[in-house]
């Protein structure tokens, strides 16, 4: 059984965590790289969802005329007039 010290371990791993953070270095235009990439798919995302909603909305509208197309050209017995006089013989 391996029986570490908490304090030992800990302090270690702090100074290997330093030693590698100290050797990584930023580029010095590392922020508006970044930026330029988030700004450039946020562009890109609102574009796919404009044309996606333009898509849905269109085929939405084609399909609204079509149904109003295919309906019967007669009306239908709702739509038939005033009824005629019925005379109830019971």
Do not use: K
Request: no cysteine.
């Amino acid at each position: 059984m391996n029986h570490t010290d908490p304090d030992r371990t800990e302090r270690e791993l702090t100074e290997a965590l330093a030693a590698l953070a100290g050797g990584v270095q930023a580029a010095p235009d590392a922020y508006r790289t970044a930026r330029g990439e988030w700004l450039r798919r946020e562009r890109r995302r609102r574009l796919v969802l404009a044309v996606l909603i333009t898509a849905v909305f269109a085929l939405a509208t084609l399909i609204g005329l079509w149904v109003l197309n295919e309906a019967p050209s007669h009306p239908g017995v709702i739509f038939s007039g005033l009824p005629s006089a019925q005379v109830d013989t019971r």
